[in-house]
T-cell receptor, first 113, second 114 residues
């Protein structure tokens, strides 16, 4: 079984709709992240959480919100989706301390029409 | 903050030929460096990382990278590529202290030609 899972894997929605992307992990890591990937732009950090009570904005948090429901679960919400939020979204985890290599989920492809 | 520049967006190479994917970073503090690979329709996987010590780092699938502090580079190499190496490769940098946020380059698409 995958260590980091994301649901859904693909989603098509309309402008103005509220969307939630979910991430679960079985790695036991404290730290979780949401990234978006756009062609030619690499990965950009949206939000990150170092534990259940800690939420931090990343480079591009506008238009997004997150919820850390448990150590193993970290959800990303788009309150009112817009077309330029069409992208590939990745959840990642890392252990506390040390060099923070990330362990990535398989991604969610979101299309906003 | 840190930043990464991957100079080549696409690198085509024939099967069994050597390849080098270039990565330069910018930082005012000491860093950790990483290379990730993304196969089609998959998430990113860690190929290798430089934390400290030997500047030549060996990773999975026969890849290696060399940390060059004076040139602020961390180029990825493989002496003989296979079709299965076709993927996108991302270089990433993180400060050794503080929040340790990871900053990614824009990626290099490696295409291995039979």
């Amino acid at each position: 079984d995958a260590d980091v899972t994301q649901t859904p894997r693909n989603r098509i929605t309309k402008t103005g709709k509220r969307i939630m992307l979910e991430c679960s992990q079985t790695k036991g890591h404290d730290r979780m992240y949401w990234y978006r990937q756009d062609p030619g732009l690499g990965l950009r950090l949206i939000y990150y959480s170092f534990d259940v009570k800690d939420i931090n904005k990343g480079e591009i948090s506008d238009g997004y919100s997150v919820s850390r429901q448990a150590q193993a679960k970290f959800s990303l919400s788009l309150e009112s989706a817009i077309p330029n939020q069409t992208a590939l979204y990745f959840c990642a985890t890392s252990p506390s301390g040390g060099a923070l290599a990330r362990f990535f989920g398989p991604g969610t492809r979101l299309t906003v029409l | 903050a840190q930043s990464v520049t991957q100079l080549d967006s696409q690198v085509p190479v024939f099967e069994e030929a050597p390849v080098e994917l270039r990565c330069n970073y910018s930082s005012s503090v000491s860093v950790y460096l990483f290379w990730y690979v993304q196969y089609p329709n998959q998430g990113l996987q860690l190929l290798l990382k430089y934390l400290s010590g030997s500047t030549l780092v060996k990773g999975i699938n026969g890849f290696e990278a060399e940390f060059n502090k004076s040139q602020t580079s961390f180029h990825l190499r493989k002496p003989s590529v296979h079709i299965s190496d076709t993927a996108e490769y991302f270089c990433a940098v993180s400060a050794q202290t503080g929040a340790n946020n990871l900053f990614f380059g824009t990626g290099t698409r490696l295409t291995v030609i039979p």
